[in-house]
């Protein structure tokens, strides 16, 4: 693998789901928790991470290594060039994360999520 990049998944791209194919050949580093500044929503048949300022929640999720080629694939899975998500920096908790880095990338939703169900801190 070459030159690898850290992402935080949690949706459908997290192991036993739809979209983890995505994810072959790629190292799962373990299970992790962002750090209580987010919210995610349930947008039908996937979710979306957005920042939250004041009443963040630690969202659920998993670590991956993944070499340019799969985060390329990655965006374009995620719609980034037509604006569904965008991929942005996000800090992790303590303690897998202190152990290799505090923070890595997640795809945030950039629609209005205006009536969709809080998923609170993990969706499945």
Do not use: N
Request: charged letters at 20%.
């Amino acid at each position: 693998m070459s030159a690898s990049h850290f992402i935080f998944v949690y949706g459908t791209l997290k192991r036993g789901l739809c979209r983890a194919p995505f994810l072959a050949g790629q190292q799962f580093v373990g299970e992790v928790r962002t750090l209580p500044r987010y919210r995610m929503f349930d947008c039908g048949s996937y979710p979306g991470l957005r920042p939250a300022l004041h009443d963040g929640l630690s969202i659920i999720g998993e670590l991956w290594s993944v070499d340019a080629e799969c985060l390329a694939r990655l965006d374009l899975e995620e719609g980034v060039a037509g604006g569904l998500y965008a991929r942005r920096m996000i800090e992790l908790a303590a303690p897998l994360a202190g152990e290799l880095t505090t923070t890595c990338e997640a795809y945030f939703y950039l629609p209005g999520v205006e009536g969709y169900p809080d998923c609170g801190e993990s969706w499945s």
